[in-house]
């Protein structure tokens, strides 16, 4: 069984930019949660959704947004990029809220 | 605001040598993970603890779960080089009121080098 999937590996991005991030979770799992995690930091949660429903928000700025499709996949977008959204962005999927995670392998954002 | 504090940050063993990380949390929680990672790799889960007493092993690896003190530890017994990581624990509780969401709080995560 395929796990969870992101795309792109690695994006480099320039100040003021958009960007999307794509996950796809593992199949039946209806829950998928975004993650930043800076270099020597644990991740930082930033958004949850459940059944195409946002279940939550981290504290991050408005600039960070995301979305659920009926497949299930995500996405995360990120506008007008600062060189501190570098970072490894990790998608994990879950069968519900309340269930355990996997995460997939991540997305690792450059921004310069 | 729940608060995860691990350490050491840094460790550095030999391998035959037996270590323990601490895994501190300000709140109570619902679940605590321990995860590994290698660099510029994903999050590997190593284990879930679901209560007070439980006491998971792996391996080398054992994790136990201390809910009264909001203390975790992950032991290593007789280390190998192989285990050289980055470890994190993380705690799963709700976080909406009356709600039933979920979201992982991390600590900073131990970096484990074990030299031959």
């Known amino acids: 069984d395929a796990g969870v999937t992101q795309s792109p590996t690695h994006l480099i991005k320039t100040r003021g930019q958009q960007v999307t991030l794509r996950c796809s979770p593992i199949s039946g799992h209806k829950s998928v949660s975004w993650y930043q995690q800076v270099l020597g930091q644990g991740p930082q949660f930033i958004f949850q959704y459940y059944e195409k429903e946002e279940r939550g928000r981290g504290n991050f700025p408005d600039r960070f947004s995301a979305r659920q499709f009926p497949n299930y996949s995500s996405e995360l977008n990120v506008n007008a990029l600062l060189l501190g959204d570098s970072a490894l962005y990790l998608c994990?999927?879950?069968?519900?809220?309340?269930?355990?995670?996997?995460f997939g392998s991540g997305t690792r954002l450059t921004v310069v | 605001e729940l608060k995860v504090e691990q350490n050491p940050l840094f460790l550095s063993m030999q391998e035959g040598k037996n270590y323990t990380i601490y895994c501190n949390y300000s709140t109570t929680s619902d679940r605590l993970y321990w995860y590994r990672q290698d660099p510029g790799k994903s999050l590997e889960s190593l284990f879930v603890?679901?209560?007070?007493?439980a006491v998971k092993q792996e391996g080398r690896l054992m994790a136990s779960l201390d809910t009264k003190a909001r203390l975790s530890t992950l032991h290593i017994t007789a280390a190998v080089h192989d285990l050289s990581a980055t470890y994190f624990c993380a705690v799963d509780k709700i976080w909406n009121s009356g709600g039933s969401n979920y979201k992982l709080t991390f600590g900073k995560g131990t970096l484990l080098t074990v030299n031959p």
């Open positions: 603890l679901l209560s007070n007493g």
């Open positions: 994990a999927s879950s069968l519900s809220p309340t269930a355990g995670y996997t």
